[in-house]
């Protein structure tokens, strides 16, 4: 089964999200699960956004994807950006490294162990809504138990030879600050703006970047470990910020009413990225002190979280990992939040592995390249075997 065509046919299918309609990409997986005999079931959320989940007894392994992606703009791509173009050894579009790539591994994996006669010891689920928190598409399997907890691979795209066992915490909060109308001509000496009081809070959440947290020795050999990673693969000196430090983002900001008015009222979207040994209700409060004029309401707030390194499924997966691609292989912690946190929270051990060019992340001229495809579909076909044994031991010990 060639994967680089499962990863272009899905890539042509769109599903960005917003809106986050998935219908027509998960009616694919489920047409291609169908014609191996791997029986599922789709739930549609509301507005198309549907998940897949096979069906079946519990199973001790989790293969999961999600198949939302974020949008994209014509304008600046070498292919269109749901053109699926494959070229010079790579699949071009939207999604192809997030995460549409990781998920053709899978189906290319399991078709290729249905092929050889063996029953799947894992439990398939396919979702949407990754892209906008989650509440429509894994969270909603966790709530309404359609998967129980077990060892979880997540398809993310990850470093070649660096599995990923843990996450960032994720802090979103509104800012809303109300200013004193009057004349523009007579700021600052009358009026009190709103822009520039949104402006002053920012200037103290810069300096948040520059706080130190106290954490496990154990952890932070791991983030040392993790942030050398990540300076060779961003090409960046100060990698070890991206873990240890609060990482900020003002992604939306809108205020005032016209050029010549002292703005009324500001608004900002800003979201954190919270490093462990953070406490993120003191890191709001200290916020909420600096909010001049201004009021906070959080949005959306996770601890940071990670799955015990020495845990045997992290072992199976560097393993299966170091027999395709040689070399130092070790797992590392991430900057970015995913679905692991809410499968970590519902007792999942949760590891991401997959195939991707993480420069090109949610960025133009997104792209895989075929040969981490082809390296993909073996190591889950690995985990797979080393699950499978498992499931036969456990079969044999119940007659």
């Given amino acids: 089964m060639d994967v ?82 494959r070229e010079k050894g790579y699949v071009w579009g939207r999604g192809a490294t997030d995460m549409k790539g990781g998920c053709a591994a899978i189906l290319a994996a399991c078709d290729t162990l249905v092929n050889e006669g063996d029953e799947l010891p894992a439990t398939l689920a396919f979702v949407c809504d990754e892209e906008t ?3 429509r598409g894994i969270r909603y399997l966790i709530a309404h138990d359609l998967i129980a907890p077990c060892d979880c691979l997540i398809a993310e795209p990850s470093p ?95 205020g005032g009413e016209k050029i010549n008015i002292v703005a009324q009222q500001c608004s900002v979207n800003l979201e954190l990225r919270i490093p462990w040994g953070c406490c993120i209700p003191d890191l709001v409060k200290d916020i909420r002190a600096h909010a ?13 979280s990670f799955t015990d390194p020495g845990c045997n499924f992290a072992a199976v997966v560097c393993h299966e990992v170091e027999k395709v691609w040689g070399g130092d292989v070790f797992p590392i912690l991430q900057w ?15 590891v991401e592995y997959g195939p991707g060019e993480l420069a090109t992340l949610h960025g133009i001229n997104e792209r895989v390249s075929v040969v981490s495809l082809e390296n993909a579909v073996k190591i889950y076909r690995g985990i797979l075997n080393t699950y499978s044994k498992k499931q036969k031991r456990h079969d044999i010990r119940s007659v």
């Fill in 4 to 85: 680089s065509r499962i990863c272009s046919e899905l890539v042509a299918i769109r599903s960005e999200n917003p809106p986050g309609n998935t219908s027509v990409v998960i009616e694919y997986i489920r047409d291609f699960l169908d014609a191996r005999g791997i029986v599922s079931t789709v739930m549609d959320t509301g507005g198309g956004r549907c998940n897949l989940v096979t069906e079946g007894p519990d199973k001790p392994l989790l293969l999961c994807g999600h198949v939302d992606v974020v949008p994209a703009l014509d304008e600046g791509w070498t292919h269109p950006p749901y053109s699926g173009t």
């Fill in 133 to 135: 928190g989650g509440d």
């Fill in 160 to 254: 070649a030879r660096h599995p990923c066992i843990g996450q960032k915490g994720l802090c979103r909060l509104d800012l809303k600050f109300v200013g004193t109308p009057g004349h523009g001509s007579l700021y600052p000496t009358i009026g009190i703006s709103a822009i520039m009081e949104a402006m002053e809070l920012l200037e103290y959440v810069k300096s948040l970047h520059g706080r130190e947290f106290q954490m496990d020795e154990k952890l932070r050999e791991i983030i040392r470990l993790s942030s050398e990673v990540f300076s060779e693969e961003f090409q960046i000196l100060e990698g070890s910020d991206i873990l240890e430090r609060v990482t900020f983002n003002p992604g939306v900001i809108s």
């Fill in 292 to 304: 001049t004029n201004g009021t906070v309401v959080e949005k959306t707030v996770h601890d940071p």
């Fill in 336 to 350: 970015a939040a995913s679905d692991a946190r809410h499968l970590r929270c519902a007792g999942f051990q949760v």
